[in-house]
Nanobody, 123 residues
Framework: QVQLVESGGGLVQAGGSLRLSCTAS????????MAWFRQTPGNDRKWVAG????????FYRDSVKGRFTISRDNAKNTVYLQMNSLKPEDTAVYYC????????????????WGQGTQVTVSS
């Protein structure tokens, strides 16, 4: 079992930065692939970024490449999403998710989810 708690969301102006954190409980975190998804009202959750269990492989959707960075600290059971050069279209509820063994881009593949954190980017 893995329980996930996100933090770090908020309101920021376009061009600004935020760092999201997702802290996990459970002994399987270090063996889990982790991902961030985001969701806007009336839409499905969309995959944003993923990282493998060791942290040496990262993956991004095209629209965030070069602006977002996913990382993890297995000693702290935490995964991060550093978001720079934020745009109004990045506004969403952001969720972290965990699965084994590997990163995928489909929400249905993930077993564990956090409660979400709101990110709002004003123009």
């Amino acid at each position: 079992q893995v329980q996930l708690v996100e933090s770090g969301g908020g309101l920021v102006q376009a061009g600004g930065s935020l760092r999201l954190s997702c802290t996990a409980s459970g002994r399987t975190f270090s063996r889990s692939a982790m991902a961030w998804f985001r969701q806007t009202p009336g839409n499905d959750r969309k995959w944003v970024a993923g990282i493998n269990w060791s942290g040496d492989s990262t993956f991004y959707r095209d629209s965030v490449k070069g602006r977002f960075t996913i990382s993890r600290d297995n000693a702290k059971n935490t995964v991060y999403l550093q978001m720079n050069s934020l745009k109004p279209e990045d506004t969403a509820v952001y969720y972290c998710a965990a699965r084994t063994p590997a990163v995928t881009t489909e929400a249905r593949d993930y077993n564990y989810w956090g409660q979400g954190t709101q990110v709002t980017v004003s123009s």
